[in-house]
């Protein structure tokens, strides 16, 4: 471990990204994971899974209420997801833009719904929208042992 070539921790995000069954039945995998790796953050965790019913309505229980819901659950639980924890300083809204807007139609070409999608309920992945909702996605979706602690060989030419 290289304490000099990390961020100083208090800066350190962590972001849970999910490329949904959408994206994995595509074949967008590779394509999606490149945009993040080629950016420069750090990869914790990778697993290709079979979300159960009750953690995708636990993911997303702040939408329970929307007419939606259903359709969602069904939509995140009908193929493997692949899930992943992205580390870095800032990595949380910088996710964010490189995903683009909820509506592909409105997405920004350049990010991956953007470019890659071009319907709501068919977005291709998710990201955490807040730096508290990134340590509670990751904490949700991974269990213990599933993440890893290590350092890029690349991260003196990444960060001053
Ligand atoms: P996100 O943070 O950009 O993913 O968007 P939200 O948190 O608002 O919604 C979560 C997910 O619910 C979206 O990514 C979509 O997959 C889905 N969703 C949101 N709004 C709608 C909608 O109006 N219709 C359908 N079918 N799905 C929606
Ligand atoms: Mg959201």
């Known amino acids: 471990f290289l304490p000099h070539l990390v961020a100083s921790m208090e800066d350190v995000e962590v972001s849970y990204i999910m490329i949904k069954p959408d994206g994995v039945q595509r074949g967008l995998v590779g394509e999606i994971i490149s945009r993040f790796e080629k950016k420069g953050f750090l990869l914790k965790g990778l697993k290709l899974f079979q979300c159960p019913k009750d953690l995708a309505e636990e993911h997303y229980k702040d939408l329970k209420d929307k007419s939606f819901f259903p359709k969602l ?3 995140i639980t009908s193929g493997p997801v692949v899930c ?3 580390e870095g ?3 949380v809204a910088s996710a964010r833009k490189l995903i683009g807007a909820t509506n592909p139609l409105q997405a920004e070409p350049g990010t991956i719904r953007g470019d890659l999608a071009v319907q709501t309920g068919r977005n291709v992945v998710h990201g955490s929208d807040s730096p508290d909702n ?3 996605e990751i904490a ?3 269990k213990e042992g599933e993440l890893c602690q290590w350092v890029s ?5 990444l960060r001053e």
């Open 84 to 86: 992943m924890a992205w």
């Open 134 to 136: 990134g340590q509670r």
């Open 153 to 157: 060989a690349q991260a003196s030419w």
């Open 73 to 75: 659950i069904d939509y």
């Open 140 to 142: 949700l979706w991974f």
């Open 89 to 91: 300083v800032g990595v």
